[in-house]
Protein backbone atom coordinates (compact mmCIF):
# COMPACT_ATOMS: atom_id res chain seq x y z
CA UNK A 1 0.00 0.00 0.00
CA UNK A 2 1.17 3.72 -1.21
CA UNK A 3 2.00 6.14 2.10
CA UNK A 4 -1.22 8.19 0.75
CA UNK A 5 -3.20 5.20 0.97
CA UNK A 6 -2.23 3.86 4.58
CA UNK A 7 -2.96 7.33 6.10
CA UNK A 8 -5.84 7.25 4.18
CA UNK A 9 -7.26 4.32 5.63
CA UNK A 10 -6.34 5.33 9.35
CA UNK A 11 -7.75 8.32 9.00
CA UNK A 12 -11.03 6.44 8.16
CA UNK A 13 -10.52 3.95 10.98
CA UNK A 14 -10.15 6.75 13.74
CA UNK A 15 -13.23 8.77 12.33
CA UNK A 16 -14.74 5.24 12.71
CA UNK A 17 -13.72 5.14 16.00
CA UNK A 18 -15.19 8.50 17.22
CA UNK A 19 -18.52 7.94 16.04
CA UNK A 20 -18.64 4.37 17.77
CA UNK A 21 -17.42 6.10 20.65
CA UNK A 22 -19.60 8.77 20.64
CA UNK A 23 -22.56 6.47 20.70
CA UNK A 24 -21.60 4.56 23.61
CA UNK A 25 -21.14 7.80 25.51
CA UNK A 26 -24.36 8.86 24.47
CA UNK A 27 -26.23 5.91 26.00
CA UNK A 28 -24.10 6.13 29.01
CA UNK A 29 -25.05 9.75 29.71
CA UNK A 30 -28.67 8.84 29.73
CA UNK A 31 -28.10 5.51 31.27
CA UNK A 32 -26.19 8.32 33.99
CA UNK A 33 -29.37 10.10 33.79
CA UNK A 34 -32.24 7.85 34.27
CA UNK A 35 -29.90 6.35 37.57
CA UNK A 36 -29.92 9.48 38.84
CA UNK A 37 -33.48 10.25 38.97
CA UNK A 38 -34.02 7.86 41.46
CA UNK A 39 -31.24 9.19 44.06
CA UNK A 40 -32.01 12.61 43.57
CA UNK A 41 -35.90 12.43 43.91
CA UNK A 42 -35.84 10.38 47.47
CA UNK A 43 -32.76 13.12 48.48
CA UNK A 44 -35.82 15.81 47.90
CA UNK A 45 -33.51 17.92 45.85
CA UNK A 46 -36.38 19.82 43.34
CA UNK A 47 -34.03 21.82 41.24
CA UNK A 48 -31.83 18.61 40.52
CA UNK A 49 -34.70 16.73 39.49
CA UNK A 50 -36.40 19.36 37.90
CA UNK A 51 -32.94 19.67 35.55
CA UNK A 52 -33.22 16.03 34.24
CA UNK A 53 -36.38 17.88 32.11
CA UNK A 54 -36.29 20.32 29.52
CA UNK A 55 -37.96 23.52 30.18
CA UNK A 56 -41.40 22.10 28.78
CA UNK A 57 -40.93 18.84 29.80
CA UNK A 58 -43.50 16.18 30.63
CA UNK A 59 -43.63 13.60 33.41
CA UNK A 60 -46.78 11.77 33.47
CA UNK A 61 -47.20 9.27 35.87
CA UNK A 62 -50.76 7.66 36.96
CA UNK A 63 -52.15 9.72 39.20
CA UNK A 64 -50.26 13.37 38.70
CA UNK A 65 -49.45 14.91 35.23
CA UNK A 66 -46.44 17.21 34.96
CA UNK A 67 -46.29 19.72 32.14
CA UNK A 68 -43.12 21.24 32.86
CA UNK A 69 -39.83 21.00 34.67
CA UNK A 70 -41.55 24.07 37.38
CA UNK A 71 -44.43 21.42 37.88
CA UNK A 72 -41.66 18.24 38.26
CA UNK A 73 -39.60 21.09 40.89
CA UNK A 74 -43.44 21.35 42.74
CA UNK A 75 -43.65 17.59 42.69
CA UNK A 76 -40.32 17.60 45.32
CA UNK A 77 -41.71 19.98 47.29
CA UNK A 78 -44.85 19.11 47.25
CA UNK A 79 -46.21 18.05 50.82
CA UNK A 80 -47.56 14.70 49.74
CA UNK A 81 -43.92 13.53 48.01
CA UNK A 82 -41.93 15.69 51.62
CA UNK A 83 -44.13 13.34 53.85
CA UNK A 84 -43.27 10.31 51.43
CA UNK A 85 -39.41 10.78 51.39
CA UNK A 86 -39.84 11.55 55.50
CA UNK A 87 -41.15 8.48 56.64
CA UNK A 88 -38.93 6.31 54.23
CA UNK A 89 -39.03 5.58 50.53
CA UNK A 90 -36.83 4.11 47.60
CA UNK A 91 -37.82 5.39 43.82
CA UNK A 92 -35.86 2.13 42.76
CA UNK A 93 -35.35 2.28 38.59
CA UNK A 94 -33.91 -0.66 36.66
CA UNK A 95 -31.39 -0.98 34.35
CA UNK A 96 -32.36 1.62 31.60
CA UNK A 97 -32.61 0.15 28.01
CA UNK A 98 -31.58 2.95 25.90
CA UNK A 99 -31.72 3.56 22.00
CA UNK A 100 -30.24 6.56 20.55
CA UNK A 101 -31.21 8.30 17.19
CA UNK A 102 -29.52 11.53 16.01
CA UNK A 103 -30.21 13.58 18.37
CA UNK A 104 -32.56 12.18 20.12
CA UNK A 105 -33.27 9.04 21.92
CA UNK A 106 -35.60 6.64 24.13
CA UNK A 107 -34.88 4.97 27.65
CA UNK A 108 -37.34 2.28 29.67
CA UNK A 109 -36.68 0.73 32.35
CA UNK A 110 -38.78 -0.70 35.35
CA UNK A 111 -39.25 0.88 38.70
CA UNK A 112 -40.30 -0.39 41.86
CA UNK A 113 -41.75 2.24 44.50
CA UNK A 114 -40.87 0.71 47.93
CA UNK A 115 -41.89 2.26 51.30
CA UNK A 116 -40.72 2.20 54.66
CA UNK A 117 -44.40 1.08 56.88
CA UNK A 118 -43.72 -0.32 60.75
CA UNK A 119 -40.19 -1.55 60.75
CA UNK A 120 -40.46 -3.32 57.46
CA UNK A 121 -40.62 -2.02 53.45
CA UNK A 122 -43.70 -2.39 51.33
CA UNK A 123 -43.85 -2.10 47.73
CA UNK A 124 -46.42 0.24 46.62
CA UNK A 125 -45.98 -0.11 43.12
CA UNK A 126 -44.06 -1.59 40.08
CA UNK A 127 -44.51 -0.28 37.43
CA UNK A 128 -43.11 0.65 33.46
CA UNK A 129 -41.26 4.55 32.50
CA UNK A 130 -40.88 5.19 29.31
CA UNK A 131 -38.13 8.08 28.61
CA UNK A 132 -38.39 10.44 24.90
CA UNK A 133 -35.26 12.26 25.02
CA UNK A 134 -33.75 14.70 23.59
CA UNK A 135 -29.92 15.90 22.92
CA UNK A 136 -29.43 19.75 23.87
CA UNK A 137 -26.57 22.07 24.45
CA UNK A 138 -26.46 21.19 27.97
CA UNK A 139 -26.67 17.79 27.37
CA UNK A 140 -29.52 15.03 27.06
CA UNK A 141 -32.53 15.94 28.59
CA UNK A 142 -36.34 14.66 29.15
CA UNK A 143 -38.70 15.69 27.10
CA UNK A 144 -41.74 13.45 27.82
CA UNK A 145 -41.82 10.42 30.51
CA UNK A 146 -44.39 8.28 31.30
CA UNK A 147 -44.53 6.16 34.29
CA UNK A 148 -47.67 3.78 34.45
CA UNK A 149 -48.50 0.91 37.00
CA UNK A 150 -48.26 -2.90 36.01
CA UNK A 151 -51.53 -3.46 37.22
CA UNK A 152 -52.63 -5.45 34.41
CA UNK A 153 -53.59 -2.55 31.83
CA UNK A 154 -52.65 -3.41 28.76
CA UNK A 155 -51.17 0.66 28.20
CA UNK A 156 -48.62 -1.07 30.77
CA UNK A 157 -47.52 -3.56 28.69
CA UNK A 158 -47.27 -1.70 25.59
CA UNK A 159 -45.19 0.74 26.94
CA UNK A 160 -42.66 -1.78 27.44
CA UNK A 161 -42.46 -3.40 24.85
CA UNK A 162 -42.29 0.69 22.57
CA UNK A 163 -39.58 0.91 25.08
CA UNK A 164 -37.51 -1.57 23.97
CA UNK A 165 -38.79 -2.22 19.60
CA UNK A 166 -39.88 1.45 18.83
CA UNK A 167 -43.10 0.06 17.72
CA UNK B 1 11.54 9.27 16.07
CA UNK B 2 11.62 9.12 12.41
CA UNK B 3 8.67 9.19 10.35
CA UNK B 4 8.03 5.72 10.04
CA UNK B 5 8.44 4.70 13.42
CA UNK B 6 6.25 7.35 14.40
CA UNK B 7 2.75 6.27 12.10
CA UNK B 8 3.92 2.44 13.31
CA UNK B 9 3.42 3.38 16.76
CA UNK B 10 0.31 5.36 15.74
CA UNK B 11 -1.03 2.62 13.93
CA UNK B 12 -0.28 0.21 17.12
CA UNK B 13 -2.54 2.63 19.35
CA UNK B 14 -5.39 2.70 16.69
CA UNK B 15 -5.37 -0.94 17.11
CA UNK B 16 -5.32 -1.08 20.41
CA UNK B 17 -8.25 1.48 20.85
CA UNK B 18 -10.43 -0.57 18.36
CA UNK B 19 -9.91 -3.62 20.78
CA UNK B 20 -10.61 -1.79 23.68
CA UNK B 21 -13.73 -0.44 22.37
CA UNK B 22 -15.13 -3.59 21.06
CA UNK B 23 -14.92 -5.18 24.14
CA UNK B 24 -16.65 -1.98 25.55
CA UNK B 25 -19.17 -2.43 23.03
CA UNK B 26 -19.32 -6.55 23.37
CA UNK B 27 -20.19 -5.97 27.28
CA UNK B 28 -22.68 -3.34 26.65
CA UNK B 29 -24.90 -5.29 23.83
CA UNK B 30 -24.92 -8.10 26.75
CA UNK B 31 -25.82 -5.79 29.07
CA UNK B 32 -28.67 -4.39 26.61
CA UNK B 33 -30.05 -7.91 25.91
CA UNK B 34 -30.32 -8.69 29.95
CA UNK B 35 -32.38 -5.53 30.47
CA UNK B 36 -34.66 -6.09 27.23
CA UNK B 37 -35.38 -8.91 28.72
CA UNK B 38 -37.57 -8.49 31.48
CA UNK B 39 -39.70 -5.47 29.51
CA UNK B 40 -40.33 -7.58 26.79
CA UNK B 41 -41.47 -10.81 28.66
CA UNK B 42 -43.82 -8.67 31.01
CA UNK B 43 -45.08 -6.78 27.33
CA UNK B 44 -46.04 -10.30 26.62
CA UNK B 45 -43.91 -10.20 23.18
CA UNK B 46 -43.28 -13.95 22.32
CA UNK B 47 -40.97 -13.76 19.19
CA UNK B 48 -39.00 -10.73 20.83
CA UNK B 49 -38.77 -12.95 23.82
CA UNK B 50 -37.60 -15.71 21.96
CA UNK B 51 -35.10 -14.15 19.55
CA UNK B 52 -33.21 -13.27 22.63
CA UNK B 53 -31.99 -17.18 22.27
CA UNK B 54 -30.07 -19.02 19.84
CA UNK B 55 -32.63 -21.66 18.06
CA UNK B 56 -31.57 -24.57 20.29
CA UNK B 57 -30.82 -22.17 23.33
CA UNK B 58 -32.00 -23.47 26.92
CA UNK B 59 -34.10 -21.70 29.85
CA UNK B 60 -34.05 -23.31 32.75
CA UNK B 61 -36.02 -22.16 35.43
CA UNK B 62 -36.96 -23.83 38.31
CA UNK B 63 -40.48 -25.17 37.58
CA UNK B 64 -39.90 -24.74 33.61
CA UNK B 65 -37.35 -26.26 31.20
CA UNK B 66 -37.55 -24.63 27.76
CA UNK B 67 -35.04 -26.42 25.55
CA UNK B 68 -35.33 -24.26 22.75
CA UNK B 69 -36.07 -20.55 21.77
CA UNK B 70 -39.73 -21.92 20.13
CA UNK B 71 -40.11 -23.12 23.89
CA UNK B 72 -39.51 -20.18 25.19
CA UNK B 73 -42.10 -18.67 22.63
CA UNK B 74 -44.34 -20.99 24.19
CA UNK B 75 -44.05 -20.09 27.37
CA UNK B 76 -44.85 -16.35 26.79
CA UNK B 77 -48.01 -17.05 24.76
CA UNK B 78 -48.98 -19.21 27.63
CA UNK B 79 -52.23 -19.19 30.14
CA UNK B 80 -49.87 -19.35 32.63
CA UNK B 81 -47.56 -16.14 31.69
CA UNK B 82 -50.52 -14.21 30.10
CA UNK B 83 -52.86 -14.64 33.08
CA UNK B 84 -49.86 -13.40 35.38
CA UNK B 85 -49.08 -10.21 32.97
CA UNK B 86 -52.75 -9.93 33.07
CA UNK B 87 -53.20 -9.09 36.35
CA UNK B 88 -49.67 -7.08 36.54
CA UNK B 89 -46.48 -8.62 37.11
CA UNK B 90 -42.77 -7.26 36.82
CA UNK B 91 -40.00 -9.33 35.94
CA UNK B 92 -37.25 -6.61 37.37
CA UNK B 93 -33.89 -7.70 36.57
CA UNK B 94 -30.99 -6.20 38.44
CA UNK B 95 -27.54 -4.69 36.33
CA UNK B 96 -26.10 -7.79 34.70
CA UNK B 97 -21.98 -8.04 35.74
CA UNK B 98 -20.74 -9.48 32.26
CA UNK B 99 -17.17 -11.29 31.23
CA UNK B 100 -16.56 -11.64 27.44
CA UNK B 101 -13.93 -14.67 26.51
CA UNK B 102 -13.96 -14.03 22.96
CA UNK B 103 -17.14 -15.17 21.14
CA UNK B 104 -18.50 -16.56 23.92
CA UNK B 105 -19.62 -14.87 27.22
CA UNK B 106 -21.25 -15.59 31.08
CA UNK B 107 -23.31 -12.92 32.46
CA UNK B 108 -25.01 -12.78 36.13
CA UNK B 109 -27.85 -10.73 38.13
CA UNK B 110 -30.19 -10.63 40.46
CA UNK B 111 -34.06 -11.02 39.67
CA UNK B 112 -36.94 -10.05 41.69
CA UNK B 113 -40.63 -11.58 40.60
CA UNK B 114 -43.41 -8.63 41.79
CA UNK B 115 -47.26 -9.48 41.05
CA UNK B 116 -49.88 -6.93 41.37
CA UNK B 117 -52.04 -8.58 44.15
CA UNK B 118 -55.28 -6.23 45.93
CA UNK B 119 -53.92 -2.95 45.58
CA UNK B 120 -50.70 -4.05 46.62
CA UNK B 121 -47.19 -5.86 45.21
CA UNK B 122 -45.82 -8.82 46.30
CA UNK B 123 -42.48 -10.10 45.80
CA UNK B 124 -43.05 -13.91 44.78
CA UNK B 125 -39.66 -14.54 43.34
CA UNK B 126 -35.95 -13.24 44.60
CA UNK B 127 -33.80 -14.91 42.05
CA UNK B 128 -30.39 -15.52 40.71
CA UNK B 129 -30.10 -15.26 36.59
CA UNK B 130 -26.79 -17.27 35.02
CA UNK B 131 -26.60 -16.60 31.45
CA UNK B 132 -24.44 -18.68 29.22
CA UNK B 133 -24.34 -16.24 25.71
CA UNK B 134 -22.41 -16.42 22.11
CA UNK B 135 -21.94 -14.46 19.70
CA UNK B 136 -23.79 -15.28 16.40
CA UNK B 137 -23.69 -13.36 13.03
CA UNK B 138 -26.75 -11.66 14.25
CA UNK B 139 -25.21 -10.55 17.67
CA UNK B 140 -25.01 -11.56 20.94
CA UNK B 141 -27.64 -14.57 21.59
CA UNK B 142 -28.52 -16.94 24.93
CA UNK B 143 -27.29 -20.28 24.95
CA UNK B 144 -28.45 -21.15 27.93
CA UNK B 145 -30.08 -19.39 31.20
CA UNK B 146 -30.25 -20.72 34.41
CA UNK B 147 -32.83 -19.46 36.82
CA UNK B 148 -32.97 -20.46 40.39
CA UNK B 149 -34.72 -18.85 43.21
CA UNK B 150 -32.47 -17.55 46.74
CA UNK B 151 -34.55 -19.90 48.61
CA UNK B 152 -31.68 -20.65 50.49
CA UNK B 153 -30.49 -23.62 48.59
CA UNK B 154 -26.64 -24.38 47.85
CA UNK B 155 -27.12 -24.45 44.21
CA UNK B 156 -28.55 -21.11 44.07
CA UNK B 157 -25.33 -19.50 45.74
CA UNK B 158 -23.18 -21.05 43.70
CA UNK B 159 -24.49 -19.57 40.62
CA UNK B 160 -24.25 -16.52 41.88
CA UNK B 161 -20.82 -17.24 42.69
CA UNK B 162 -20.09 -18.99 39.37
CA UNK B 163 -21.77 -15.91 37.46
CA UNK B 164 -18.89 -13.59 39.16
CA UNK B 165 -16.02 -15.21 38.94
CA UNK B 166 -16.62 -18.26 36.33
CA UNK B 167 -15.27 -20.62 38.98
CA UNK C 1 -3.25 20.97 4.96
CA UNK C 2 0.64 19.90 4.91
CA UNK C 3 1.13 16.29 5.71
CA UNK C 4 3.00 17.10 9.32
CA UNK C 5 0.09 19.41 10.22
CA UNK C 6 -2.21 16.67 9.38
CA UNK C 7 -0.09 14.35 11.25
CA UNK C 8 -0.38 16.17 13.91
CA UNK C 9 -4.00 16.85 14.07
CA UNK C 10 -4.82 12.82 13.95
CA UNK C 11 -2.72 12.29 16.86
CA UNK C 12 -4.67 14.68 18.85
CA UNK C 13 -7.43 13.12 17.63
CA UNK C 14 -5.86 9.67 18.56
CA UNK C 15 -4.85 11.32 22.25
CA UNK C 16 -8.34 12.59 22.93
CA UNK C 17 -10.00 9.25 21.53
CA UNK C 18 -7.87 7.23 24.42
CA UNK C 19 -8.26 9.87 27.41
CA UNK C 20 -12.23 9.73 26.24
CA UNK C 21 -12.41 5.55 26.53
CA UNK C 22 -10.10 5.60 29.47
CA UNK C 23 -13.20 7.38 31.12
CA UNK C 24 -15.50 4.88 29.71
CA UNK C 25 -13.59 1.86 30.59
CA UNK C 26 -13.17 3.42 34.27
CA UNK C 27 -16.80 3.95 35.35
CA UNK C 28 -17.51 0.87 33.81
CA UNK C 29 -14.80 -0.86 36.02
CA UNK C 30 -16.54 0.79 38.81
CA UNK C 31 -19.85 -0.44 37.40
CA UNK C 32 -18.85 -3.94 37.50
CA UNK C 33 -17.03 -4.08 40.89
CA UNK C 34 -20.51 -2.33 42.15
CA UNK C 35 -22.66 -5.24 40.49
CA UNK C 36 -20.79 -7.79 41.60
CA UNK C 37 -21.07 -7.04 45.27
CA UNK C 38 -24.61 -8.33 45.50
CA UNK C 39 -24.08 -11.75 43.96
CA UNK C 40 -20.67 -12.31 45.79
CA UNK C 41 -21.95 -11.65 49.11
CA UNK C 42 -25.63 -13.39 48.22
CA UNK C 43 -23.11 -16.30 47.47
CA UNK C 44 -20.97 -16.30 50.83
CA UNK C 45 -17.73 -15.99 49.19
CA UNK C 46 -15.45 -13.84 51.73
CA UNK C 47 -12.18 -13.26 50.04
CA UNK C 48 -14.26 -12.07 46.98
CA UNK C 49 -15.94 -10.20 48.95
CA UNK C 50 -13.42 -8.67 51.14
CA UNK C 51 -11.43 -8.15 47.82
CA UNK C 52 -13.51 -5.37 46.27
CA UNK C 53 -12.09 -3.14 49.02
CA UNK C 54 -8.73 -1.80 50.16
CA UNK C 55 -7.06 -3.32 52.97
CA UNK C 56 -7.67 -0.92 55.32
CA UNK C 57 -11.27 0.41 53.43
CA UNK C 58 -14.52 0.52 55.37
CA UNK C 59 -17.92 -1.01 55.41
CA UNK C 60 -20.38 1.11 57.29
CA UNK C 61 -23.46 0.08 58.21
CA UNK C 62 -26.63 0.81 60.15
CA UNK C 63 -25.89 -1.76 62.51
CA UNK C 64 -22.33 -3.28 61.78
CA UNK C 65 -19.05 -0.78 61.31
CA UNK C 66 -16.43 -2.73 59.62
CA UNK C 67 -13.16 -0.90 59.76
CA UNK C 68 -11.26 -3.63 57.35
CA UNK C 69 -11.25 -5.87 54.57
CA UNK C 70 -10.93 -8.60 57.06
CA UNK C 71 -13.45 -7.27 59.02
CA UNK C 72 -15.95 -7.49 55.48
CA UNK C 73 -14.40 -10.53 55.38
CA UNK C 74 -15.46 -11.67 58.97
CA UNK C 75 -18.75 -10.56 58.28
CA UNK C 76 -19.58 -12.80 55.73
CA UNK C 77 -18.17 -15.91 57.16
CA UNK C 78 -19.82 -14.75 60.27
CA UNK C 79 -23.03 -17.17 61.83
CA UNK C 80 -25.79 -14.13 61.31
CA UNK C 81 -24.81 -13.77 57.29
CA UNK C 82 -24.47 -17.54 56.89
CA UNK C 83 -27.90 -17.89 58.57
CA UNK C 84 -29.16 -15.27 56.44
CA UNK C 85 -28.31 -16.69 53.07
CA UNK C 86 -28.74 -19.60 54.27
CA UNK C 87 -32.84 -19.39 55.15
CA UNK C 88 -32.62 -17.62 51.55
CA UNK C 89 -31.38 -13.49 50.54
CA UNK C 90 -30.68 -11.28 47.97
CA UNK C 91 -28.69 -8.07 48.68
CA UNK C 92 -30.38 -6.60 44.94
CA UNK C 93 -27.99 -3.55 44.56
CA UNK C 94 -29.62 -0.95 41.77
CA UNK C 95 -27.62 0.59 38.61
CA UNK C 96 -24.62 2.49 40.20
CA UNK C 97 -24.27 6.58 39.53
CA UNK C 98 -20.82 6.50 39.20
CA UNK C 99 -18.42 10.07 38.85
CA UNK C 100 -14.26 9.73 38.36
CA UNK C 101 -12.15 12.31 39.18
CA UNK C 102 -8.62 11.56 38.42
CA UNK C 103 -7.61 8.46 40.67
CA UNK C 104 -10.59 8.72 43.19
CA UNK C 105 -14.21 8.24 42.11
CA UNK C 106 -17.79 7.84 44.01
CA UNK C 107 -20.71 6.01 43.37
CA UNK C 108 -24.37 6.19 44.58
CA UNK C 109 -27.10 3.37 43.99
CA UNK C 110 -30.30 1.96 45.86
CA UNK C 111 -30.16 -1.54 47.59
CA UNK C 112 -33.39 -3.64 48.75
CA UNK C 113 -32.56 -6.84 50.88
CA UNK C 114 -34.97 -9.36 50.30
CA UNK C 115 -35.52 -12.56 52.57
CA UNK C 116 -36.61 -15.49 51.80
CA UNK C 117 -39.64 -16.23 54.26
CA UNK C 118 -42.64 -18.72 54.66
CA UNK C 119 -42.74 -19.31 50.58
CA UNK C 120 -42.58 -15.56 50.43
CA UNK C 121 -40.05 -12.93 49.94
CA UNK C 122 -40.09 -9.67 51.87
CA UNK C 123 -38.15 -6.49 52.12
CA UNK C 124 -36.50 -5.75 55.16
CA UNK C 125 -34.34 -2.79 53.89
CA UNK C 126 -34.44 -0.33 51.65
CA UNK C 127 -31.24 1.65 51.43
CA UNK C 128 -28.97 3.96 49.76
CA UNK C 129 -25.18 3.06 49.07
CA UNK C 130 -22.75 5.65 49.08
CA UNK C 131 -19.19 4.43 47.53
CA UNK C 132 -15.42 6.19 47.89
CA UNK C 133 -13.43 4.39 45.63
CA UNK C 134 -9.72 4.83 44.81
CA UNK C 135 -7.40 3.64 41.80
CA UNK C 136 -4.71 1.04 43.08
CA UNK C 137 -2.29 -1.06 40.83
CA UNK C 138 -4.62 -4.11 41.38
CA UNK C 139 -7.87 -1.64 39.62
CA UNK C 140 -10.84 0.32 41.31
CA UNK C 141 -11.30 -0.77 45.41
CA UNK C 142 -13.62 0.48 47.51
CA UNK C 143 -12.14 2.78 50.33
CA UNK C 144 -15.34 3.73 52.29
CA UNK C 145 -18.77 2.55 51.79
CA UNK C 146 -21.62 3.71 53.31
CA UNK C 147 -24.97 2.03 53.53
CA UNK C 148 -28.41 3.75 55.16
CA UNK C 149 -31.62 2.61 55.64
CA UNK C 150 -34.23 4.84 53.93
CA UNK C 151 -36.55 5.16 57.09
CA UNK C 152 -37.27 8.75 56.67
CA UNK C 153 -33.72 9.97 58.27
CA UNK C 154 -32.20 13.01 57.00
CA UNK C 155 -29.24 11.65 57.09
CA UNK C 156 -29.73 8.62 54.25
CA UNK C 157 -31.40 11.36 52.11
CA UNK C 158 -28.24 13.55 52.49
CA UNK C 159 -25.82 10.37 51.41
CA UNK C 160 -28.56 9.98 48.03
CA UNK C 161 -27.76 13.74 46.96
CA UNK C 162 -23.87 13.73 47.98
CA UNK C 163 -23.46 10.38 45.41
CA UNK C 164 -25.13 11.84 42.94
CA UNK C 165 -23.86 15.75 42.94
CA UNK C 166 -21.03 15.18 45.25
CA UNK C 167 -22.04 18.43 47.54
Redesign the interface.
Known sequence: MSDEA??FE??E??ER??A??AQ??D??AI??L???Y???V????PD?VAELWTTDGVYDVDELYMGSADEVRAMVTSDAHQGL??????H???????TVTGDSARA???S?L?V?HQE?????????NLFQLVRTPEGWRIEHRTTR?????AE???L??R???GA
Not at 42 to 45: E, F, I, K
Not at 149 to 153: N, S, T, V, W, Y
Open positions: GLRLRLLERLVEEREKVASGPLDAGLEIGRGAAFLGPAHVVCHLVHRYLVVRAGVALDGRSRALGGVT
